[in-house]
DNA sequence: CGCGTAAAGTGTCATAGACCACTGTTCCTC
DNA sequence: GAGGAACAGTGGTCTATGACACTTTACGCG
C-alpha cells in the first residue's frame, strides 16, 4: 500500500491513498477517518508524517477534523469542477433527458445595433441568426434565439445546428471555448411564447441572456433563451476567492 | 515578539507577526522572507513550527515557496470575492446601491425535516430562522428567508444580521466561507409577497435557493429568497472546464 | 437509577534532528 | 574567458517523542 523506496513521498502517497477510498465510497460523507496514531501504526511511519497527509486532504476539502474526536469526510467535494459551461445539449444530457430542437428560422443577415454591440463586431456585419425550440424528451423546454458572428464561426449550417453549435466549434473548428457570462432575470410569458412552448397565459419564464467567449477573448455567441419556469431550475456552484 | 507562554499558539503568533509586516509593507511583494531556519533560530522555536506558520500563509495566498531559493511574498492579493460567492450586502454594494434589511422575524427554533435535510443536521436541532426584507437604496428588493443551524454558527444575534452574516463568520467566528450551490427558478408572487414586496397580482419574482457550505464542508446556511423581477437580475460568470 | 468522575481516545502544538533535491554562487581548472 | 565542480543555503520530507486540551465512554458511588 505504502512504499517507502518510492520516489513518490510517503504522505503523497498516503493523501492518494484516503483520495481514493473516498471517491470510491469507501468512505462515505460523514464517516470517521481511522485516527491519525492509527495510520501511523497501520503503516509503520510517524505521526507527523500522517498529519501532514491529512492537513492537505483538509486544505483540499475533502476532510475536516473535530478535535477530541476524529477527523470526517465532508459532504460536497467542493474540488470537483462539474459545474462548468455547458450548452442546452449536455446539460439536458446531464439531467437525464434526450435533448432536441425543433427550428424555426435559420438565416444569415446583417447585426443589428443592438446585437453588434453585444458581439463586439462592426454595425451590419454579417451573423447567423438561429431560432429554435429546444426540447427535452420531446417537450418543449425553451424557446431560443442565437446569434453567431459569420467571420469567427465559419462554415456554420442547419446540419451543425441540429447536432451541437458547442461541439462543431471545439472538434471541427478547433477554437476552445472560454467563458461565458450569464443574465438571469425573471418574467412572464408573451403571446407568441406561449404558443410555442404550450403555455398559459401569465405563466412564468426564466430569461436567460448568455454571452460567451473563446478562450482567446473573442465573443462568439450571444443567446436568449425563454425557458419554461416549471420544468426548468438553473444550478449554479460557486465559490469564495 | 513571540510569547511562548501565551495561550495563542507559538506558530499563529507567528503567522500574525508575518501577515502584519506584509500588509504594513515591511514586507513588500515579490520580496524574500527570511529563511525558515532564520526564523527558528530568531524567536528559538522549532523549523517545523517555523513550517506550520508559512503554510498558512501559503495557503491563505500571501506567499509562496520556491524550492532551493527562498519564500516569497506574493504580489498584492487581489480582493476576488467578486465574480464568486457574494452575499447579498455584498452583491447590492458592487451594484452602487446602499443595502439594508426590514427585519420580519428573528427566531430560535426546531429544524422542520425539509431545513434539517437541507442543512444535514439531526431531525429538531436548534436554528435560527431569520425572515427579512432585502432593501436597496431603502427600495424593496427581496424577500428573504434564511436557516442556520445554532451549532456551526454560534451567538448569533439580531444585530449581526443587520451588519452582515457573512462578515461576522469571517471576522469575528475565524471561519473561512468555501462553495454555494444555487438554484434558480421564475415564478409568480403569491399575496404575501405581493403586500411586502410592493407588488401587483401576477407579478414574476426570480426564486433563489441557495445553500452555502464552509471550506470545511459542513453546510451552514440555506437560504430562500424571492427577488423583484422588475428590479433584480442575477449575473454570473462560467468557465470551461 | 442518576450523576459525576475517571479513563481512553482524539486532534493540536511543539521539539530536535536528519537526509534529500534543488538553486545560486564561488572558485578552480583548462 | 568559459566551463564545470564544489559548496553553501533553501525548502521538502521524515522520524520519534512528548505534553496538552477536548470529547466520548465507561464505571462506580450515592
Known sequence: MI?????????????EKIQKEIEQAIL????????????????????????????????????????????????S????????????TEDMRERGFVPSNRMLSFQVREASD?????????LGAQVYEIERIRLADDQPMALETTWVPC????????????????NYIESKLGLAIGSASQVIES???????????????GA???LIERMTFLADGRPFEFVKSRYRADRYRFRIQMSRS
Open 114 to 122: 443592438y446585437i453588434a454591440g453585444k458581439l463586439n463586431i462592426a
Open 151 to 166: 467571420d469567427v464561426i465559419t462554415g456554420l449550417t442547419e446540419e451543425v445546428i441540429y447536432d451541437s453549435l458547442y
Open 187 to 201: 418574467s412572464i410569458v408573451n403571446e407568441r411564447e406561449m404558443n410555442l412552448l404550450s403555455l398559459p397565459e
Open 28 to 75: 462515505k460523507p460523514g464517516d470517521v477517518l481511522p485516527s491519525e496514531r492509527e495510520y501511523a501504526d497501520t503503516y509503520d511511519i510517524s505521526r507527523m508524517t500522517v498529519r501532514q497527509a491529512i492537513t492537505k486532504l483538509v486544505n483540499d476539502g475533502y476532510v475536516h477534523r473535530k478535535k477530541g474526536t476524529g477527523t470526517f469526510v465532508n459532504e
Open 204 to 206: 412564468p419564464v426564466l
Open 3 to 15: 512504499d517507502k523506496q518510492s520516489p513518490i513521498p510517503i504522505y503523497f502517497q498516503l493523501v
Open 77 to 88: 467535494k467542493i474540488d470537483q469542477p462539474l459545474q462548468g459551461l455547458t450548452s442546452f
